[in-house]
């Protein structure tokens, strides 16, 4: 009886499907599996290039953006350790993959010249307005500045100066009398001095909703305990000076809320922004849509673009199939048993490889996809575009690899799962039907109209297929059906529902020869429709 997959594949223990601090911190030297390709070669160039300072018009912030699952949280983290790591780490980084050794000199002359502090934050969510993001930006390098061990915090904080007040018994402002005079705006305090407490123990960051709360109240008092952008900037350019820091980098991830909760009030940000002109502070925004996605407003945007260094983070096929073989490891002592199994599965798609993906996508190489066996090659070049486009932070290609399959009735549908439950006689391949199981469903508030009407339509008319394997080819004819009324004519040849591309994702399979039979059927039946173009 043949041995299932799972005894000779297993997804790597200490693979991180989604980075995030908490991960950094248990496995500090993971960064170093991150594979830096083209588009983070070209973020880390524009980085340096703001570091280096050589005008006012190349010290600008940077801003990326890119679909979930493209490993912008983990390239965040590279970037975080490339500058505060070691000179022989970052070195031997830039050796294991041939990184340019020009930007390698050109990054040690910047850190020659002072420490660099790395701010990192995540998520903008609670961030309405601009006391939160000044009160968010001047905690977060506070917080920085004792994890690295520096002393001098600088003057005070928006944060600081309005608990003094309110703690001064000298002071010119009488919380008491404003605490019972505006009391509708403190129902859950019972008095003037257990908001004073409550501000305390909450913390600077979770204390952003009642210090808001406080701040209305002074002004509706006639008391101003704001503070402006150029506050922040000056307390900034305090914090470089005493410190003797040659720059700070505020990497803030899962910005795309802030634009949401602050469409018409943006300008706080870009003027912070603007600072890197005149001192070295650099924000590293990273957003899951493009900045056109969500600012409407035309001068904003003009404003903006010319603020920041705007990229696109971006997964080439080759690079996403590298990552997810990365997390892959075989058990020796059946090493050479499975090479021999991995080679009779690749004999029997490797015809449709060379007249399918590899035609339309000449960079991608063998040993990519044999690489991923018993994913079915067409199932990961679809992996890593379904993946991408459904744009989720819950279902991605690496969640896909090593979720945990007990975890939810979906999981069952992804890679572990399948391992632990075929062999080279059970269905032999993981076709793109498993994807469809694993994203496409109703309660996935990621998808958009067109994959929901194909979730619909195949819910309407499942129970006409025949047998288990038409119930697969359906949902492959759904799958393509969808991506491309969602994208249109214009997507690769290999994207659309096809009879060939239908015929080439069950390559190898038990009914490889039965696509067209089945899809007469379908037709015969009023399931799908029939488009005759060429010979296809």
Aim: proline residues 3%; negative net charge; hydrophobic residues 40%.
């Amino acid at each position: 009886m043949p041995r299932p997959y799972s005894d000779y594949i297993s997804v790597n223990r200490e693979f991180v499907p989604v980075f995030s601090v908490y991960a950094d911190k248990q496995y500090p030297n993971y960064w170093k599996a991150f594979y830096p390709h083209s588009t983070f070669i070209s973020i880390l160039e524009n980085l340096i290039s703001s570091l280096e300072g050589t005008s006012a018009e190349k010290r600008l912030s940077l801003w990326i953006s890119g679909a979930y699952g493209t490993g912008k949280s983990f390239a965040s983290f590279v970037i975080k350790h490339i500058l505060e790591e070691d000179a022989e780490s970052v070195r031997g980084y830039f050796e294991k993959y041939r990184i340019s050794q020009t930007l390698l000199s050109r990054l040690e002359g910047i850190k020659s010249k002072g420490d660099i502090l790395v701010v990192h934050r995540s998520s903008s969510a609670d961030i309405v307005g601009p006391n939160r993001l000044f009160t968010a930006i001047q905690e977060s390098v506070k917080q920085a500045l004792r994890d690295k061990g520096y002393t001098k915090i600088g003057g005070q904080t928006l944060y600081d100066n309005v608990l003094d007040i309110l703690k001064d018994p000298e002071s010119t402002y009488n919380f008491r009398n404003a605490f019972s005079k505006y009391r509708n705006k403190f129902l859950e305090y019972p008095s003037a001095e257990s908001v004073v407490e409550g501000l305390e123990k909450l913390g600077p960051d979770d204390s952003l909703t009642l210090l808001d709360r406080i701040i209305e109240v002074a002004d509706l008092s006639g008391v101003n305990l704001a503070r402006s952008a150029n506050d922040v900037v000056m307390w900034i350019k305090e914090i470089i000076e005493l410190n003797n820091l040659y720059a700070i980098v505020f990497i803030w991830d899962e910005f795309t809320q802030f634009f949401y909760n602050n469409q018409k009030a943006v300008d706080c940000l870009q003027e912070i922004a603007h600072s890197s002109s005149n001192i070295p502070f650099y924000f590293f925004l990273i957003t899951h849509k493009t900045h056109s996605q969500f600012i409407h407003d035309t001068d904003t945007r003009k404003v903006l673009e010319a603020r920041f260094k705007i990229s696109r983070i971006e997964m080439a096929n080759t690079t996403a199939f590298m990552l997810m073989r990365q997390a892959l490891d075989f058990v020796p002592d059946l090493k050479a048993e499975w090479d021999n199994i991995a080679s009779n599965l690749w004999i029997n798609v490797k015809k449709s490889v060379e007249n399918t993906i590899k035609k339309y996508s000449e960079d991608i190489k063998d040993e990519d996809l044999k690489g991923l066996l018993p994913l079915h090659p067409f199932a990961a070049f679809l992996l890593q575009w379904i993946s991408e486009s459904v744009n989720s932070n819950q279902r991605t290609m690496f969640q896909f690899l090593c979720s945990d399959p007990n975890a939810s009735a979906t999981e069952k549908h992804n890679f572990r799962w399948f391992i632990q439950n075929h062999d080279i006689n059970k269905w032999p391949y993981l076709t793109c039907d498993y994807i469809w199981d694993y994203f496409f469903e109703l309660t996935n508030d990621d998808l958009d109209d067109k994959a929901k009407n194909a979730i619909i339509h195949y819910n309407t008319y499942y129970k006409q297929c025949e047998n288990e394997n038409e119930n697969r080819v359906l949902k492959v004819v759904l799958l393509l059906t969808a991506i491309q009324q969602e994208k249109g004519r214009g997507i690769s040849n290999l994207l659309r529902p096809t009879l060939y591309n239908i015929s080439a994702a069950f390559a190898g399979t038990p009914i490889a020869d039965d696509i067209q039979r089945i899809m007469r059927r379908f037709v015969e039946k009023g399931i799908v429709g029939s488009m005759p173009e060429g010979n296809d």
